[in-house]
């Protein structure tokens, strides 16, 4: 069985809920508490897949809102999720920025854009078409999350798995 | 494998930083990443399951450095001084986080190729002043963000107010005239009108109501627009049944104004995946539009069908000319053309600003063309997904 580990990297403002997503993720619960991240947080999570193993090493950094996000967290980086909060859209605004980030250390670098607390807006329309406009120019595909209730987040990484999993 | 010049090296420089440090663990690393020897406590600091440390790979014991073998690969072929992780957070099983530097240089900056040098700083300390002074300053970053929301937004409804307030004593007043005078002229007259004459005071009011609700309904999806709070509650629709029903509303103002439907439609059900209610307004004020400019006594073509993987629909009327700069501005907010500056019932056309709002806000595209033979054609494709 092949085993194949790759590391992915989880950008964007501070407080979009990075931590809460990968703790929803890895951990499968929620924590309405919010804790600033400082630097970075490594998780990995196992995938069976059919054809063998991916384990994906969950890189959980800092929201860099007026600094760069430090260039050695994303070295080896293969897919990054870029995550923006659905009510603040001055967080969507930022992920070009992000990506920017992702691509001058891996040019080819596979992007899933992630818009959550989607249970605070309901599906605001002006939000998600902005986000989709977002993914549509940068190249990747976008899902709506709520790390509170779960929505869509095994959804973003199935999909980041996919990515990764396919042949270039 | 280490000469025994290089280990007393390593040993030297550990030494002088842990005389500045305390909390330092490290390893030595031969080229090939394995590790030579280390520190006593660095296995409770591996991130993955290891017995052993010296004999590993370093990528296999450190989560931090799978991906970052060609960084560490510069660093032994000279070409790069070091790689550094700053803030690594590694929680204790009591659940409190602590915070590690992670820094690998040349164990021999002379010679890099001979190994590397990996050591482990304990930064807990000042990174948990660092932690609380970031909690603060994002915690009091979002209060300011929601004040300057809050403030954002009273703007937006004291302008929405005073939008409402100019419609209410220009737009509102014209048919709400009009209904009192045709009330009243129905009242009085009740027994000398005729019934042809009745019917007529009857359908004018009709209309005119009509133009004040959709007036008032295409205001509230404007707000709901400007506030971005506009949601859409997707379900099956049947475009086709929706144009049946909405020409039928219409037909009090139609008939009158011998104006006729000619309808084009798809035998089965024309299914798109959207909001009932937003489409309704969709179908609604484009049949509208087109009733407001066709001149009296001319067909209104409406073309519902299948066009590749959309529902499309086409209302087709013989408007007033326009220019090419004319159409491009259509779809603006109160943007009245000549003719419609003219047309009594010209509203505050906000209609066909609200239209193409909520076809975008379907994933879908409308557009308007014209041709001198055919008149004004205006163009909506619904994906079907």
């Known amino acids: 069985m092949i085993v194949i580990q790759k590391k992915v990297c989880l950008l964007g403002d501070f407080s979009v809920g990075k931590t809460s997503l990968v703790r929803r993720f890895i951990e499968g619960r929620f924590d309405d508490k919010y804790l600033s991240t400082i630097g970075v947080r490594i998780s990995r999570k196992t995938l069976q897949r059919s054809n063998g193993t991916l384990n994906l090493l969950v890189w959980d950094l800092a929201g860099a809102q007026e600094f760069n996000t430090q260039a050695s967290y994303l070295v080896g980086v293969a897919a990054a999720l870029i995550v923006c909060d659905m009510t603040r859209r001055e967080t969507l605004v930022s992920c070009a920025k992000y990506v920017q980030q992702v691509r001058a250390m891996n040019q080819s670098a596979l992007l899933v854009f992630v818009g959550n607390k989607v249970d605070l807006v309901g599906e605001s329309v002006s939000a998600e078409a902005e986000l989709r406009a977002c993914s549509e120019t940068q190249g990747g595909d976008y899902v709506l999350t709520s790390a509170k209730t779960g929505v869509g987040v095994d959804l973003a990484f199935e999909l980041l798995a996919r990515k990764i999993e396919a042949p270039a | ?385």
């Open chain 2, 1 to 385: 494998m280490m000469s025994d010049q290089g280990s007393a090296r390593l040993s030297c420089q550990v030494r002088r930083f842990m005389a500045r440090t305390r909390g330092l663990a490290y390893a030595q690393i031969a080229p090939d990443l394995t590790i030579v020897e280390a520190s006593p406590n660095l296995k409770a600091l591996v991130t993955a399951n290891a017995k052993e440390v010296v004999g590993q790979r370093l990528t296999d014991l450190f989560w931090e450095f799978v991906g970052a073998e060609e960084a560490l690969l510069a660093i032994l072929n000279g070409e790069s001084a070091s790689y550094r992780l700053e803030w690594v957070n590694f929680v204790l099983p009591d659940g409190t986080t602590t915070y590690l530097t992670f820094e690998v240089g040349a164990l021999n900056e002379a010679e890099p190729g001979a190994g590397l040098i990996f050591v482990i700083e304990d930064a807990t300390a000042h990174g948990r002043l660092e932690q609380v002074v970031m909690q603060d300053r994002n915690e009091l970053r979002l209060i300011q963000g929601r004040l300057t929301a809050a403030n954002a937004e009273l703007q937006r409804l004291l302008q929405f107010k005073s939008l409402v307030l100019s419609l209410a004593s220009s737009e509102f007043r014209t048919p709400l005239t009009t209904i009192r005078l045709y009330a009243g002229l129905l009242m009085k007259e009740s027994s000398t009108a005729g019934p042809e004459d009745r019917q007529r005071f009857i359908a004018t009011i009709y209309g005119q109501a009509n133009r004040l609700a959709s007036l008032v309904n295409d205001l509230l999806d404007l707000d709901l627009i400007e506030a971005g709070h506009l949601n859409l509650n997707r379900v099956p629709c049947d475009l086709s049944s929706m144009i049946r029903q909405v020409t039928e509303v219409m037909n009090a103002v139609v008939i009158p104004r011998r104006l006729t439907w000619t309808f084009d439609l798809p035998e089965q059900p024309l299914i798109v995946q959207g909001d009932a209610e937003h489409l309704w307004r969709i179908v609604y004020n484009l049949s509208s539009n087109a009733v407001k400019y066709a001149p009296e006594n001319t067909p209104i073509q409406v073309i519902g069908r299948f066009e590749a993987d959309a529902a499309a629909l086409h209302i087709v009327s013989a408007g007033p000319s326009m220019t090419e700069t004319q159409l491009a501005q259509l779809f603006q907010p109160y943007y009245h053309t000549e003719a419609a500056r003219q047309n009594p019932l010209s509203g505050a056309d906000l209609g066909l600003f609200v239209v193409k709002y909520l076809v975008e806000a379907h994933g879908g595209r409308l557009a308007v063309t014209r041709q001198p033979d055919r008149g004004t054609t205006f163009s909506v494709r619904l994906p079907l997904q």
